[in-house]
């Protein structure tokens, strides 16, 4: 499968949202699925405790989903996907300039004001 950037997976998932709904009600659809997708992989999880062995492809599908809503959601705000990754890419690199470091994460604050 070729390359697949955030722009694109939004515009082919956009073809499966349901567009009779008004755009508070895809907002609702949106937040209330994301939910619940957190809730199966949650699922997932909690099974393991019953014995059953983790399934990585059952995680991506849920993972999937999630990003399915995600973009839905950016949608009713005419967000780009690919807009959020970028911000969030450089609000990681404002907080953690070297990589990972527990002492910036607990002092937040103290580090990174604007993060």
Same mark, same amino acid.
């Given at each position: ?7 694109? =997976?939004?515009? /082919? ?5 349901? #567009?009779?709904?008004?755009?508070? %009600? ?10 619940? %997708?957190? &809730? %199966?992989?949650? &699922?997932? !999880?909690?099974? *393991? !405790?019953? &014995? ?5 492809? +059952?995680?991506?599908?849920? /993972? ?9 959601? $950016?949608?009713? !705000?005419?967000?780009?996907? %690919? +807009? *959020?990754?970028?911000? #969030? ?6 907080? !953690?300039?070297? &990589? ?5 994460? *607990? +002092?937040?604050? *103290? =580090? $990174?004001?604007?993060?």
């Amino acid at each position: 499968m070729a390359e697949l950037t955030f722009s694109e =997976y939004q515009r /082919l998932a956009r073809r499966t949202q349901n #567009n009779e709904l008004k755009t508070i %009600e895809k907002r609702y659809h949106a937040l209330h699925g994301l939910s619940a %997708e957190v &809730g %199966e992989i949650h &699922g997932i !999880y909690q099974k *393991v !405790y019953q &014995g059953h062995i983790f399934n990585p492809k +059952d995680f991506m599908k849920e /993972l999937g989903d999630l990003l399915w809503f995600l973009a839905e959601l $950016c949608d009713t !705000y005419n967000i780009q996907l %690919e +807009d *959020v990754a970028r911000m #969030n890419i450089k609000k990681l690199e404002n907080r !953690y300039p070297d &990589g990972f470091s527990v002492a910036r994460s *607990v +002092d937040r604050a *103290v =580090y $990174c004001k604007d993060c």
